[in-house]
């Protein structure tokens, strides 16, 4: 029998333990992980949950924005040694693909602000900070062209829509 090993680490930071939202997590990275086909790479993701004060305080830190943000990604890879990691897929020691780091205040507010549930404001936010760290970007509108169908992809796959919330 086959162990099935974690894809994702999930961490508390100034916030308690939300065992409701573990499970969605693991969901979603799953799929994203199947989705890009690297579940042989022996790669995992960090997840952070945290309050407003504490992803201010690290936006700034890193960013040199100071404000609380919803999401932030952390890669571990240039795109090309991420290209070449799942083009070989299998590194022999397991590594980290990067951190993602999500306030779940600015999701609730953004689940609110958005209308829909906040069940698929954090698949959407841990959906974008995966995709930030397998080196998608939005800034131009030619990466955006590639990175948004990935996403809806996911969401679509998860059943989680804009109008409909959580399945």
């Known amino acids: 029998m086959e162990v099935k090993r ?3 680490q999930i961490e508390y930071l100034g916030i308690t333990q939300q065992k ?3 499970e969605l997590i693991r ?3 799953n799929t994203c992980f199947e989705e890009e086909k690297i579940l042989a790479t022996n790669l995992y993701v960090s997840v952070t949950l945290t309050d407003l004060k504490h992803i201010q305080e690290i936006n700034k830190t890193y960013r040199n924005i100071d404000k609380a943000t919803d999401v932030l ?7 090309e040694e991420l290209e070449h990691l799942i ?3 299998k590194n022999e020691v397991e590594d980290v693909l990067g951190d993602i780091i999500i306030s779940l205040p600015k999701v609730e507010e953004q689940a609110k602000e958005y209308g829909h549930s906040f069940q698929r404001e954090l698949a959407y936010m841990l959906v974008h900070g995966f995709y930030h760290l397998m080196g998608y970007d939005h800034i131009e509108e ?14 679509k796959q998860l059943e989680i829509t804009r109008d409909e919330g959580e399945k």
Do not use: G, T
């Open 142 to 155: 030619e990466e955006k062209k590639k990175m948004r169908p990935k996403e809806e992809a996911i969401l």
């Open 6 to 8: 974690e894809l994702v």
């Open 87 to 89: 083009q070989n897929q």
């Open 73 to 79: 990604s952390f890669p571990m890879f240039e795109k």
């Open 20 to 22: 409701q939202v573990e």
């Open 27 to 29: 969901q979603v990275i």
